[in-house]
């Protein structure tokens, strides 16, 4: 059942957030509960996601965490029913579970390409095929695929990353045909560079990290990199019910990447 008592725009809502334990996942999950709605916090680190549900439990609303691997079948079969037993329903599917590892077409292995592949796109096709069928039978719902600006752009040394992030989008677009008619929203969000802990780790293990770091601010409008709240509030439009009429979009919060 419900138990949440944080009053807000998705008061009554249930929110499953993978890739919820840190960076752009956490603050997504903390400001879905800050609005009301219960929040099922997906990952694979126990301490990172105890830790939290904690922040959002002191801070008045009501979240659990659910320890699973994303990337296998049966563990999202069994998540989604785990949702479903705990929170009674399921309003709100936000696919953030994400990897990105350096490497040309040249020296990326097939084993990482596999495995960038199953993480970011495996993982949001799982998810939502055992969750999708629960939100049409509602008759309403938001699918947030959260993809990347290199999704949408080449970047250097990221060939596997950007395929991935580029079939994202395409999930996302063919989601929206097949199913906004039945009161289910898709969209996708694209962030440019947002600073995480996997991002932080990118520069810190580059051979010249304030190099690294200066080409992503040399990619931008701002004279600054996103924050993951940032793209929480992005996220926050898309679960909102009453934006209806925003389905099968792609927005880019990059700082103005795709402008240059």
Known sequence: MRTTTAPGRLAGQVALVTGATSGIGEAIARRFAAEGACVAVVGRNTDRGDAVVRT?????????FFA??????DAVGSLVQAVLQRFGTLDIVVNNAGLSVP???VDTTLQRWDQVFSINVASAYLVSHHAMPHLLARGSGSVINISSEAGLKGLKDRAAYCAAKAA????????????????VR?????PGTVETPMVSRLIAEHASPQAMKDA?????????????????????YFALPGNRYAT?????????????
């Open 56 to 64: 959002i439990d002191q801070a008045g609303g009501t979240a659990q």
């Open 68 to 73: 699973a691997d994303v990337t296998r079948d």
């Open 103 to 105: 490497g040309t077409v």
């Open 168 to 183: 994202l989008v395409g999930l996302t677009k063919a989601m929206a045909v097949d199913h906004s008619g039945d009161g």
């Open 186 to 190: 898709i969209n996708c969000i694209c």
């Open 216 to 236: 992503f601010l040399s990619r931008r409008l701002t004279p600054y990199l996103g924050t993951p709240d940032d793209i929480a509030e992005a996220a926050l």
């Open 248 to 260: 099968g979009a792609i927005l880019s919060v990059d700082g103005g990447s795709l402008a240059r």
